[in-house]
């Protein structure tokens, strides 16, 4: 059996980031209870919530590990339905809305006073449906490389990369093919996002965590227009953080966004893929820090 401990890497975080070790973070794991369904969150911190944190799809809460330790600030970053140590939906409903749904409770519960939502791919939808269905909970929303004009060219890669084989052989095979979808992120932080996100069966496979959630033929990725109707009605501060080297947002969608909400802080990264917070947590954070903080306009 290939050893894991769920919280032993922190420090490998820290050093390939550059951030300076003080030691383990005061990091725990909690669930909450949804419809008789566990909704699995990491809680960082003694003090209440600043920031959730809801990660893409075929992702969970670890994919926000270096992000925490940058902010260094009391937060909550939950493993979406059917993702990480959350329960798998029998009826395989993981849509945004439905997450939504679910968030709602969750974020109730444990970050009911955060000052800022961050939410990925996936994870930004849902954090738009959250939004609107309880804007109470979500003070400030901050969105990364997403919208809901999304669509199945521009989300090719990630579609088949979350189409591929539910079973691997070896630890070594799922780290092969993790590593080509990657190409310009390093080997230990997929080693790591690996061991947080597959887990070893008694026969010596491996699958992954998450709930397949796409299109009946396994890469059609859903059309989510109609959450531009949730986006329309908001009214907390809005910040859309782009992957400079992403296709999934395009300046068109961003040219949308901003003629729908022209108070939208729009930010792009450079170096950045897709996933932000992998490629450049550390710049991701300090958006988010500044973000969360920024005086408050009419």
């Given amino acids: 059996m290939t050893e894991y401990r769920e919280f032993a890497y922190f420090r490998e975080n820290a050093e390939e980031a550059g951030l300076p070790w003080r030691?383990?973070?005061?990091?725990?794991?909690?669930?909450?209870?949804?419809?008789?369904?566990?909704?699995?969150?990491?809680?960082?911190?003694?003090?209440?919530?600043?920031?959730?944190?809801?990660?893409?799809?075929?992702?969970?809460?670890?994919?926000?590990?270096?992000?925490?330790l940058a902010l260094d600030r009391p937060l909550v970053a939950i493993?979406?339905?059917?993702?990480?140590?959350?329960?798998?939906?029998?009826d395989g409903r993981l849509s945004p809305r439905d997450n939504a749904a679910t968030l709602e409770s969750v974020v109730r519960e444990l970050a009911a006073d955060a000052?800022?939502?961050?939410?990925?791919?996936?994870?930004?939808?849902?954090?738009?449906?959250?939004?609107?269905?309880?804007?109470?909970?979500?003070?400030?929303?901050?969105?990364?490389?997403?919208?809901?004009?999304?669509?199945?060219?521009?989300a090719s890669d990630i579609a088949a990369f979350l189409a591929g084989p539910e079973v691997f052989a070896?630890?070594?095979?799922?780290?092969?093919?993790?590593?080509?979808?990657?190409?310009?992120?390093?080997?230990?932080?997929?080693?790591?996002?690996?061991?947080?996100?597959?887990v070893e069966m008694p026969d010596g496979t491996w699958r992954w965590r998450y709930q397949r959630h796409l299109g009946a033929e396994g890469v059609a990725v859903p059309d989510f227009g109609e959450l531009w109707v949730d986006l329309d009605v908001l009214a907390m501060p809005l910040m859309l953080v782009r992957g400079a080297d992403?296709?999934?947002?395009?300046?068109?969608d961003t040219a949308e966004l901003v003629a729908r909400k022209p108070a939208a802080r729009v930010e792009v990264v450079a170096g950045a893929g897709h996933s932000v917070q992998g490629d450049r947590p550390l710049e991701l954070a300090e958006l988010i820090d500044d973000f969360s903080r920024a005086r408050m306009t009419p």
């Fill in 246 to 252: 992403s296709p999934v947002v395009t300046d068109e």
């Fill in 170 to 198: 070896s630890f070594d095979e799922i780290l092969a093919r993790t590593i080509a979808f990657n190409p310009t992120r390093s080997e230990s932080s997929l080693r790591r996002g690996v061991l947080h996100n597959a």
């Fill in 115 to 154: 000052e800022v939502v961050v939410g990925m791919s996936l994870g930004g939808l849902s954090a738009v449906a959250l939004a609107a269905r309880a804007p109470e909970l979500v003070r400030r929303l901050a969105i990364v490389d997403v919208l809901p004009s999304v669509d199945q060219d521009r």
């Fill in 79 to 90: 493993d979406l339905p059917g993702h990480g140590r959350s329960d798998w939906r029998d």
């Fill in 23 to 68: 030691g383990p973070p005061a990091v725990r794991r909690t669930d909450v209870v949804v419809e008789g369904r566990a909704v699995s969150a990491l809680v960082w911190g003694d003090a209440p919530a600043e920031v959730v944190l809801l990660h893409g799809g075929g992702q969970n809460a670890h994919t926000w590990d270096t992000v925490a």
